[in-house]
């Protein structure tokens, strides 16, 4: 088991998501639709959490500051706000789609 996996938080990402978007005899091949603000705050999350997990001689090898690891978990939460934002924001008008004219 991964070192980090018994201290991760869960961010329901997912919630909007059909139950005939999953395919559970082709995992492989399923592929989940995720808005950019739902991208962006799973990639800054999972940096900051791996970032966070490694010592400070592995982040020196990688050349990666440590003072930005918090700024990465700071840019996720931000990401995870605007994503609940918009989807309130769809919900509350009754469609999922916007309308080109």
């Known amino acids: 088991m991964y070192p980090v996996a018994s201290q991760t938080e869960t961010y329901n990402l997912f919630r909007t998501l059909a139950a005939v978007d999953f395919s559970a005899t082709d995992i492989a091949g399923t592929t989940l639709a995720l808005s950019r603000e739902a991208q962006e705050a799973l990639i800054f999350k999972s940096a900051a959490a791996i970032g966070m997990a490694m010592d400070d001689a592995t982040l020196a090898t990688l050349k990666i500051n440590p003072r930005v690891l918090p700024q990465w978990d700071k840019a996720g939460r931000v990401q995870i706000y ?19 004219p």
């Open 82 to 100: 605007i994503e609940g934002a918009r989807r309130n924001t769809l919900e509350a008008t009754g469609r999922i789609v916007r309308l080109v």
